[in-house]
DNA sequence: GCCGTTTTCGGCCCGACTGTTTTCAGTCG
């Protein structure tokens, strides 16, 4: 059972109970469990081996031991039990928007829906036969939106890419900021917070004619359908079947606006209920006191926010920046103004990831520019060095004693370049290789190879899907060999595409720390890997990240800012990430006998 | 059922929107 199946099960038994009228803070502890665990990277079952269950928030005696009993037995008795009790076709319909658990008991009850397999399907043609307006409670307009919800939630499923939602985002703000009514635009939710994936888009606008902004809106003749469309709110379909969500707000109180849709729930949540300590009560129209010297007979006062920094200062608390905003302790830390201060993108000095299009018959996709473009380009981007990363030759094809040559030849080639180049390059050129990491942890090429280089990254491309132990194993082995300086795409998740590996990452950030190894935020936007919150839990313990594209195209050396953006995820300092050092002082660390 | 800078007992996030059950429950972000 992976993560995603254990936070479904959890967030299942919240809504039995919810159905059953059961204690409604018995409903959220289930449901806060269930979405910690949806939230966590580290896989459950693995905690659980470990006996680190008590470390996942939300967690405590009583769900604890119905996660031990399941990962024992593979089934959880007492919540068989919880669920006997209902329809089981009610489970998949909570996932229709729109639908909640009270809704999907009446609906799996009275259209006698009693199987998982076909629930939404079933559902769906109950509409199409006018079929739940007949329920009560239900009308044809419900009937209508629940056939809406079908719709969204087949395509919900898959999410964009975060370069996929910046574009639309950015396409709709350039249109929005043409009317003279828009006196600000900002991005919202997951988009503002550069979560590797987006739901929807989210945007907020400040203005003083909301109506007028909302009729500008909704006349970008880009949508396929306009959704909604009140006095402050609209909601569109693009082109690309992506929706796009508008919200507007006065400038006076944009600050709480901006605040409360960036979210996260999980940081709002946390924000609202520090807060309540201070007798404050958290909006996104402001902030009411609720406690203390308010004026008899006037209730609560709201108090107007223009900007987020005046919102979060107001509660004893240094701005936040979005990308922290995941209750991973940021709160804690912008009251005692222990906020780290994060990376940024002119900070970066090199690439350490691009692939050229030197032909030595590599074992994965050859880069398509050749190094004369890749350094122009690194010129261009103001790098003080790059380094070429090519995949090795090809094992089966070749002998060793062909691998080690087509090497020298492409160093010499490399050479040529930068000789013929002269003084007036102004970007290093680091001679890397990615190297196969081979199921049992070996390298794919003759240790002979790895002489010819100024330093190695290797990288898993294959058996993804081996146990923890022995993933943990195979890499320990693969960062044993000398010259290995970068872990690359450490995970090897590849976003909408497949998981990454399952291993025990504090083993691997302690060989790291021990052996000055740096662990890759690969800043492709498919894969974003580390992923955000092992980066944090990396420098946690003491372990560099290096920062690299991966690029197979220069124009994929633009893609830099995403990496840099996980790195903030992950709270990310300038001293954690080494490309934010000169060319001398990265030079010291990567080739160790120069 | 969880949790701790007023608490190991007694609390537990907030408001908008929607449709239908004519006064509010259910759902969402």
Redesign the pocket.
């Known amino acids: 059972m992976n993560n995603r199946e254990v936070a479904e099960l959890l967030g299942n038994v919240a809504a039995a109970y919810?159905v059953l009228e059961e204690?409604p803070?018995?409903i959220?502890?289930?449901s806060q469990?269930g979405e910690a665990v949806a939230n966590l990277s580290e896989d459950i079952r693995g905690d659980w081996e470990e006996g680190k269950l008590d470390d996942v928030?939300?967690?405590?005696?009583?769900?604890?031991s119905h996660l031990d009993e399941l990962f024992r037995t593979g089934k959880v008795k007492h919540f068989e039990e919880v669920f006997k009790k209902l329809p089981a076709g009610l489970f998949p319909l909570l996932n229709?928007?729109?639908?909640?658990?009270?809704?999907?008991f009446k609906l799996a009850k009275q259209l006698g829906i009693d199987k998982e397999h076909n629930a939404i399907a079933r559902l769906k043609k109950a509409g199409e036969q006018g079929e739940i307006?007949k329920i009560?409670?239900?009308?044809?307009?419900?009937?209508e939106?629940i056939l809406v919800g079908i719709e969204e939630l087949l395509r919900r499923e898959n999410k964009m890419l975060l370069p996929e939602a910046a574009e639309l985002a950015e396409r709709v703000i350039e249109y929005l900021k043409k009317s003279p009514q828009v006196l600000r635009v900002e991005m919202l939710?997951s988009l503002r917070r550069r979560a590797s994936l987006v739901g929807d888009v989210?945007l907020a606008a400040a203005t003083k004619n909301p109506e007028a902004v909302v009729r500008h809106f909704v006349d970008f003749p880009e949508w396929k359908q306009v959704l909604?469309e009140?006095?402050?709110?609209a909601r569109a379909i693009h082109r690309s079947g992506r929706q796009v969500d508008l919200k507007t707000e006065s400038p006076e109180r944009f600050g709480a606006l901006l605040q409360h849709?960036t979210?996260s729930?999980a940081h709002?949540?946390a924000l609202?209920?520090y807060s309540?300590?201070k007798g404050f009560?958290?909006?996104?129209?402001g902030i009411?006191i609720s406690k203390g010297p308010t004026l008899p007979r006037q209730g609560p006062t709201l108090k107007n926010f223009k900007t987020e920094e005046e919102f979060y200062k107001f509660l004893g608390l240094v701005w936040i920046p979005p990308e922290m905003r995941e209750d991973r302790g940021e709160i804690e830390a912008g009251k005692l103004n222990g906020l780290p201060k994060l990376m940024e993108l002119p900070q970066v000095k090199g690439d350490l990831h691009i692939h050229s299009n030197i032909d030595i018959e590599t074992s994965h996709d050859l880069g398509a520019s050749p190094l004369s473009e890749i350094v122009n380009q690194a010129e261009k981007m103001g790098y003080e060095y790059i380094a070429i990363t090519d995949h090795n030759p090809s094992v089966s094809k070749h002998s060793e004693k062909q691998i080690v040559s087509l090497i020298k030849m492409r160093n010499e080639s490399i050479d040529e370049f930068i000789r013929s180049r002269g003084m007036s390059m102004k970007t290093r050129v680091f001679k890397s290789l990615e190297i196969d990491i081979l199921p049992d942890g070996r390298l794919s090429v003759p240790e002979e190879v790895l002489d010819f280089l100024d330093f190695v990254m290797v990288s898993i491309h294959s058996s993804f899907r081996e146990i923890r132990a022995d993933q943990t194993q195979r890499l320990i082995r693969a960062l044993s060999y000398p010259k290995v300086k970068i872990l690359g795409h450490p995970t090897g998740r590849k976003l909408l595409e497949r998981d990454g590996i399952d291993c025990d990452w504090g083993e691997i950030f302690v060989v790291c720390k021990k052996r000055n190894i740096y662990l890759e935020v690969n800043a492709n936007p498919r894969r974003l890997d580390l992923p955000d919150d092992l980066i944090k839990q990396a420098i946690e313990a003491g372990v560099k990240l290096s920062l690299g594209t991966d690029s197979h195209q220069v124009e994929n050396m633009e893609l830099m800012r995403y990496g840099v953006d996980q790195t903030r995820r992950g709270w990310a300092e300038r001293k954690d990430v080494i490309n934010c050092l000169g060319y001398n002082e990265i030079a010291k660390l990567l080739i160790v006998n120069c």
Not at 230 to 233: K, R, V
């Open positions: 919810e204690n803070f018995k959220r502890a289930y469990a928030p939300g967690v405590g005696p009583a769900i604890r229709v928007p729109g639908v909640g658990p009270k809704s999907a307006e009560e409670g239900f009308g044809k307009e419900s009937q939106k939710g989210d909604a009140g006095g402050i709110t849709f979210g729930k709002n949540v609202r209920e309540l300590t009560s958290l909006s996104e129209h009411k």
